[in-house]
Nanobody, 111 residues
Framework: VQLVQSGGGLAQPGGSLRLSCATSGFTFSVFPINWYRQAPGKERELVASINRNGDATYYADSVKGRFTISRDNATNTVYLQMNSLKPEDTAVYYC?????WGQGTQVAVSS
């Protein structure tokens, strides 16, 4: 099982970034998948979740209306589109599925 993340980096407040998580080694289409984040000195928190069909999603209140989770079951990939970024979105972001974690991707929001 592998979850390989890409994307992220540095953005200015109000900017956008997109994270990707490419998976392999399991039947991706039958599992929900989550994005978490962990800011320095804080616990890891659930940011967004999507069901196996992609027709039901959950967002933490802190990102609702700004972030969008989506998945492509044809390519076994999940995405997190992050718009209207704020400095408090700065964290390491992780995808999670089937009891496995991605390697983490740093997102920094600063002017």
């Amino acid at each position: 099982v592998q979850l390989v993340q890409s994307g992220g980096g540095l953005a200015q407040p109000g900017g956008s970034l997109r994270l990707s998580c490419a998976t392999s080694g399991f039947t991706f289409s039958v599992f929900p998948i989550n994005w978490y984040r962990q800011a320095p000195g804080k616990e890891r928190e659930l940011v967004a979740s999507i069901n196996r069909n992609g027709d039901a999603t959950y967002y933490a209140d802190s990102v609702k209306g700004r972030f969008t989770i989506s998945r492509d079951n044809a390519t076994n990939t999940v995405y997190l589109q992050m718009n209207s970024l704020k400095p408090e979105d700065t964290a390491v972001y992780y995808c999670w599925c089937f009891n496995n974690w991605g390697q983490g991707t740093q997102v920094a929001v600063s002017s």
